[in-house]
């Protein structure tokens, strides 16, 4: 797991210097289904690519028992679940999978290796956050 978290950093990193990946992850993800697309009309869209830029780096960091990503992962399962902003948990696969694809196309050394710790290492703070819906 180790080796996987330290990928996806590196590949993070490459992937978020390139100007218009926080952008063109939104473009995929609203895309994904009209519901999430509902879920985000009267969202500042440039503040939540903020908040995402934040959430993937606690998302990444949560697998290694990080204090202050487990809080802020917490923090997020509160928020989205039933009784916050009520995010079904078969939307979080549509997340991960537009995450992907927007890491794709903005980091050139992006590969098959790659897109297996990606989603090893988001698969762990997904079904966290998932539970709690």
């Known amino acids: 797991m180790k080796d996987d ?3 996806v950093r590196l590949s993070y990193g490459r992937a978020i210097a390139k100007s218009g990946f926080l952008p063109r992850f939104y473009d995929i ?11 985000f009309v009267n969202t500042d869209l440039e503040k939540q690519q903020g908040l995402l830029a934040m959430s993937v780096n606690m998302v990444i960091l949560f697998p290694q028992e990080n204090k202050i990503a487990k809080n802020a992962v917490g923090r997020i399962r ?3 679940c039933r009784e916050g902003l009520d995010i079904e948990p078969h939307f ?9 694809q927007a890491v794709s196309e903005h980091d050139m050394e992006y ?5 297996g710790s990606w989603r090893k290492v988001l698969q762990i703070a997904i079904d966290h956050i998932a539970e709690g819906h």
Do not use: T
């Open 92 to 100: 979080y696969g549509l997340w991960k999978s537009s995450l992907i």
């Open 5 to 7: 978290i330290s990928r």
């Open 111 to 115: 590969n098959p290796q790659i897109e």
């Open 78 to 80: 509160k928020s989205h």
């Open 29 to 39: 993800f609203l895309a994904s289904d009209r519901a999430i697309a509902r879920k």
